[in-house]
């Protein structure tokens, strides 16, 4: 299984950039699926998740009311909107997987199993 970001990119503030995942090979019939960042000299973190378990997606505080998870009907590709950009939202961005994920874990990085290679966000005035 591989998973590939791309949508990344430079925004303004107040601006909005829709990220992209896309996920090829094996599928499963029970995985999570979550969006993490990492900004300059800071750990990774989850933003946003959710899985087939549960399609009720989990935000971190940073990201609820701006960012939204969504997923296509083959869960094949994996989309991360975001709104009302700020300087601090500039991080590179991870789409990862995890077979038989836990929903209750999926915005905890060590749970997750496959990753991609990023997509840089740049928000600037």
């Known amino acids: 299984v591989q998973v590939v970001e791309s949508g990344g990119g430079l925004a303004h503030i107040g601006g909005s950039l829709r990220l992209s995942c896309a996920i090829s090979?094996?599928?499963?019939?029970?995985?999570?699926i979550g969006w993490f960042r990492q900004a300059p000299g800071k750990e990774r973190e989850g933003v946003s998740c959710?899985?087939?378990?549960?399609?009720?997606?989990r935000l971190a505080d940073s990201a609820k009311g701006r960012f939204t998870i969504s997923v296509d009907s083959a869960w094949k590709t994996v989309y991360l909107q975001m709104n009302s950009l700020t300087p601090e939202d500039t991080a590179v961005y991870y789409c990862?997987?995890?077979?038989?994920?836990?929903?209750?874990?999926?915005?905890?990085?060590?749970?997750?199993?496959?990753w991609g290679k990023g997509t840089l966000v740049t928000v600037s005035a």
């Open positions: 990862a997987i995890v077979p038989e994920g836990d929903y209750n874990d999926c915005l905890e990085a060590d749970h997750m199993d496959i």
């Open positions: 090979g094996d599928t499963f019939d029970d995985w999570a």
């Open positions: 959710l899985s087939t378990s549960s399609m009720t997606p």
